[in-house]
């Protein structure tokens, strides 16, 4: 039975059954009713114990959920963190990859700038040996001589084969040629292109270090065509 329908009995001359009277709650001075005591009996509008006491001081709504969510990440992170060894070895390897790609980055260019210059030589031996050459299209007589590991010849006169094996005139290699030139020429093409330089001989050496000066050895036995 409702307050107010016991009001209405009481007011029409119903005694209560003895026992049976309860005290009525006090009535909020808030003007609030009895929505307004559940809700405080609940601890706060949500139904949660303590409402907004409750809730831990000085923490905004949703901090302990945004910990929570913090924490699992970082054990995340900690479970894909790889162990201290495998990081400092896999260093190692990128560090040693860069030196070797350092390293032929800097062989090429150095190939690439010794190409470079041997061509610039090259050219400027060709200008310095124009006109020089002092091959006789007479020549019955040939001068073999030892150059890049490999037997080589050119022909020469009596006059010039005794000049050369006396020193005074040398042989150079140009363009895929064997030039024969004075010991003057010989002396500025083997400044500007050492390489170059394929028979020069010295004649205060002793005869066993160039074999093939003597002119029995026209045809060597270690010839090699």
Same mark, same amino acid.
């Given at each position: ?10 007011? @029409? ?17 808030? &003007?609030?009713? &009895? ?11 949500? &139904? ?6 409750? /809730? ?11 910990? =929570?969510? =913090? ?7 900690? /479970? !894909?963190?790889?162990? %201290? ?24 260019? $150095?190939?690439?700038?010794? !190409?470079?210059?041997?061509? $610039?030589?090259?050219?400027? @031996?060709? !200008? ?13 007589? #040939? ?5 890049? &590991? ?11 084969? /005794?000049?050369?094996?006396?020193? %005074? @005139? ?8 064997? @030039?024969? #030139?004075?010991?003057?020429?010989? =002396? ?30 026209? #045809? ?6």
């Amino acid at each position: 039975m409702s307050d107010t329908l016991r009001d209405q009995l009481l007011g @029409l001359g119903f005694k209560p059954t003895p026992g049976a009277e309860k005290p009525k709650p006090p009535r909020r001075q808030d &003007g609030q009713g &009895g929505k307004g005591r559940v809700a405080d009996a609940r601890g706060g509008k949500g &139904g949660r114990p303590g409402g907004d006491a409750g /809730r831990r001081q000085g923490q905004p709504p949703g901090a302990g959920r945004g910990q =929570a969510d =913090a924490k699992k990440r970082q054990g995340g992170d900690a /479970r !894909a963190r790889r162990p %201290e060894g495998d990081i400092d070895l896999a260093k190692a390897y990128a560090i040693r990859a860069q030196r070797e790609k350092d390293e032929r980055i800097r062989a090429e260019r $150095e190939k690439q700038e010794a !190409a470079r210059l041997r061509r $610039e030589a090259q050219a400027k @031996l060709a !200008a310095l040996l124009d006109g020089k050459g002092l091959n006789a299209a007479d020549a019955d007589h #040939v001068r073999h001589f030892d150059y890049g &590991g490999k037997i080589k010849r050119v022909h020469v006169t009596a006059d010039q084969l /005794r000049a050369l094996n006396a020193g %005074e @005139l040398g042989v150079v290699q140009v363009k895929g040629s064997y @030039l024969l #030139v004075t010991a003057a020429v010989l =002396a500025e093409a083997e400044a500007v292109f050492p390489a170059c330089v394929a028979l020069k001989v010295d004649p205060d050496a002793p005869a066993e270090d160039d074999p093939y000066a003597d002119p029995k050895y026209q #045809v060597p036995d270690d010839l090699v065509w």
